[in-house]
């Protein structure tokens, strides 16, 4: 492939800055951003912690858990999104994040309500539909407040609020539940008595009330990037041609992220697990490591995913965005594999390292790469489109693929190891063959999407 040099690519990538606003509210608006899926992560992560609690009281499988944390939260997430998402190309984003803040906060905090297993369930599918408001008119806003050649950085700080949130739900969830736990059941006013657990969810999920708040800060920005010769609003039935008639590139891109983020919820929903039944830590030892891991791992990643890519495509690689996916995935082949394996907790600790590294940079990246070769008027309908293939699959087939092959091929609770190291293993391996394949396609779309700026 041939490159462009640094000026000739910024001055065909780039806008003019002063069209856009000013930089230092455009990131404050990123941090607010954030700040809010770092919260939706707190509250959709918190579970892992508490596993062994909740399967001692309610008397459940590991499988049962698995729902929990993967199809309640994850089927309404995925098929809300795709309503929200339309809306975001048409109303205001920043009025349907604080709707869903507010309806993921209460709804978390209702988890610690749940008297039985059905209640719980049914709590963790309304997370799922309030959390489902907030990616698709997060990117949206970010595409609109940023120009492409600083695209990558903006989005990539929003999507470290995957790995902030997982480390704070175990930093601040091991904490929480040492500190419920110490005290025993606790008995609240107009609810009666409820069990460390319960008091957990209720003590994380009601904060988020205050971002909700937040949101009356940010402003709606103009619209940019819009495709020539479109309405402003486009039906869904021009949406839908639009994406199958370029399902090559589209499709390749939804279907490689969809198994970055298996391996991805594979590793939150059962890495602090598997450090209780493997190495005899507490849940509050596996909180505060795991977490602290995840809060340097996950920035660290982010950033330089963010970096690379932008520094790549101002070099003239149109590409630069997919390349640092496969980059991040690759580094995810050679290490979550093995992570599972080592002998000690503190061999498996180090491997956590470039296992939390991989993720984060192909998670970053792969919104940012969808925004590259996206409408500004289908922007909300293809992220949640997007989040609904990666979702509908990550959350699922994470959780429960782990799961499933614990409790009916190895049969023994202790095999889970094994069961973390076989998925990630298949889903590495898969991913960096699709992604590679849509270099190409990849090259083609962004070369089009330089006719609409």
Not at 54 to 80: H, N
Not at 139 to 161: C, E, N, T, V
Not at 333 to 353: C, D, E
Request: aromatic fraction near 10%; glycine fraction near 10%; charge should be positive.
């Amino acid at each position: 492939m041939t490159t462009r040099s640094a000026d000739e690519a910024a001055s065909i990538h780039a806008p003019i800055d002063d069209a856009y606003p000013s930089s230092g509210y455009a990131w404050y608006v990123v941090s607010v951003l954030t700040l809010a899926y770092v919260i939706s992560f707190i509250d959709r992560q918190i579970l892992a912690l508490l596993v062994g609690p909740i399967k001692a009281d309610l008397g459940l499988t590991d499988t049962q858990m698995s729902l929990l944390m993967g199809l309640a939260f994850g089927v309404f997430y995925t098929l809300m999104g795709i309503p929200l998402g339309r809306l975001a190309d048409r109303a205001s984003r920043r009025a349907l994040i604080a709707a869903g803040i507010t309806v993921w906060s209460l709804m978390t905090a209702a988890c610690g309500l749940a008297r039985g297993y059905v209640q719980l369930f049914v709590a963790r599918v309304g997370v799922g539909v309030g959390e489902a408001s907030l990616s698709p008119s997060a990117l949206s806003l970010i595409s609109d407040y940023f120009p492409q050649h600083k695209r990558g950085r903006a989005i990539g700080l929003y999507q470290m609020g995957i790995s902030v949130g997982a480390g704070m739900a175990m930093i601040l969830g091991g904490a929480v539940i040492g500190f419920a736990s110490a005290g025993g059941d606790t008995v609240l006013p107009l609810v009666g008595t409820v069990k460390p657990w319960q008091l957990v969810f209720m003590l994380v999920g009601l904060p988020g009330l205050g971002v909700a708040l937040l949101m009356a800060t940010v402003r709606e920005p103009r619209r940019r990037g819009m495709l020539k010769g479109g309405p402003d609003k486009l039906p869904l039935r021009f949406v839908v041609n639009y994406l199958l008639e370029r399902k090559r590139v589209f499709g390749l891109l939804f279907i490689g992220m969809s198994v970055v983020t298996i391996v991805g919820y594979a590793y939150f929903s059962w890495v602090p697990t598997m450090f209780i039944r493997t190495f005899g830590w507490s849940i509050g030892q596996v909180g505060y490591a795991y977490g602290i891991l995840l809060l340097i791992t996950g920035p660290l990643g982010v950033n330089a995913a963010g970096w690379l890519a932008d520094y790549l495509y101002q070099k003239g690689y149109p590409d630069a965005h997919l390349r640092t996916v496969l980059t991040g995935v690759l580094i995810t082949l050679v290490s979550a594999p093995f992570m599972p394996l080592m002998p000690t907790a503190t061999s498996a600790l180090i491997m956590l390292v470039p296992a939390s590294i991989g993720p984060a940079m192909a998670t970053a990246t792969g919104a940012s790469a969808l925004m590259m070769i996206t409408p500004n008027q289908m922007r909300g309908q293809t992220s949640a489109v997007y989040l609904f293939v990666i979702s509908i699959l990550g959350l699922t087939v994470g959780p429960t693929a782990v799961a499933l092959l614990t409790d009916y091929v190895y049969r023994d609770e202790a095999a889970l190891r094994y069961s973390i190291a076989w998925v990630s293993g298949i889903g590495a391996v898969f991913s960096t063959v699709v992604l590679f394949s849509n270099l190409r396609p990849y090259r083609d779309a962004v070369a089009e999407s330089d006719s609409w700026q």
